[in-house]
């Protein structure tokens, strides 16, 4: 799978997704085939808020938002290739990867690989399916970061 990044030249964090990027191509190829397609955008809060208002109805900036390019339910994608769009806010990813204790680079990873589960059409509705989604995830971070941040992650 390509990852395509995508950030604007001041926003926070920048630098370091940008130094990421070999990573999130690494996470991204274990998920779907080559020839698919994720844009990956990293977005300040006030943009992160404004979709998490838009589109979730909830106040505040998201650490992660996941939009899946679908023809409509039940009909599939739009475009077998492109899976669909997922938005970062780093100033958040910073503030959940100090609370688990990990270095942020880690934690993005690990909302990437729950952003990219949802892409491929995992829930967590219940604890059976977010305990399934979680185990897809450690599988995807396995090799990419090392042991102990993986069980951080999880806690």
């Given at each position: 799978?390509?990852?395509?990044l ?111 589960c949802?892409l ?36």
């Amino acid at each position: 799978m390509k990852a395509i990044l995508g950030s604007r030249p001041r926003v926070r964090g920048r630098a370091r997704f940008e130094e990421a990027a070999g990573l999130v191509e690494s996470l991204a190829s274990r998920v779907a085939p080559a020839d698919s397609l994720v844009e990956v955008n990293l977005v300040g809060e006030r943009r992160m808020a404004e979709l998490n208002r838009i589109y979730r109805r909830r106040r505040g900036a998201a650490e992660i938002l996941t939009f899946p390019y679908t023809a409509g339910p039940g009909e599939g994608t739009a475009d077998e290739d492109a899976l669909g769009e997922i938005f970062l806010c780093w100033k958040r990813l910073e503030v959940g990867a100090r609370r688990r204790r990990v270095k942020p680079a880690h934690y993005m990873l690990r909302l990437l690989a729950h952003g990219l589960c949802h892409l491929k059409g995992y829930r967590h509705h219940d604890a059976e399916s977010e305990s399934m989604m979680e185990e897809v995830e450690r599988k995807l971070l396995h090799g990419l970061i090392p042991k102990d941040a993986i069980a951080r992650l999880f806690e």
